[in-house]
Nanobody
Framework: VQLQASGGGLVQAGGSLKLSCAAS????????LGWFRQAPGKEREFVGV????????SYADFVKGRFTIRRDNAKNMAYLQMNNLKPEDTAVYYC????????????????WGQGTKVTVSS
């Protein structure tokens, strides 16, 4: 499956952005979909993951209450709604897919998309 993240941009602290992840070339509904980010000079980190039925969702502690993941299997799309953004949320955000929900926490996802850059100004 091929993935493409989009929707990044420049936003002021306290603002919102909605990232999209478009999937093609596979049965998207069979995969868990994870969001990750990598800030300049830092390692990639887990942001959140949603299972294939959208019944289980897990978030990193630093985004709880601010970010929301959802998916639309009929459209082969997933989304990351980010609210109350902080300068430390500045990073390139990636979506990734894997048959196993638990793969996201350890970052061992099978399929990765190109990232979209999010910059939060103070």
């Amino acid at each position: 499956v091929q993935l493409q993240a989009s929707g990044g941009g420049l936003v002021q602290a306290g603002g919102s952005l909605k990232l999209s992840c478009a999937a093609s070339g596979g049965t998207f509904s069979r995969y868990a979909l994870g969001w990750f980010r990598q800030a300049p000079g830092k390692e990639r980190e887990f942001v959140g993951v949603i299972d294939w039925r959208a019944q289980s969702i897990s978030y990193a502690d630093f985004v709880k209450g601010r970010f929301t993941i959802r998916r639309d299997n009929a459209k082969n799309m997933a989304y990351l709604q980010m609210n109350n953004l902080k300068p430390e949320d500045t990073a390139v955000y990636y979506c990734a897919a894997d048959p196993r929900f638990d793969s996201a926490r350890v970052g061992t996802m099978n399929y990765w998309g190109q990232g979209t850059k999010v910059t939060v100004s103070s």
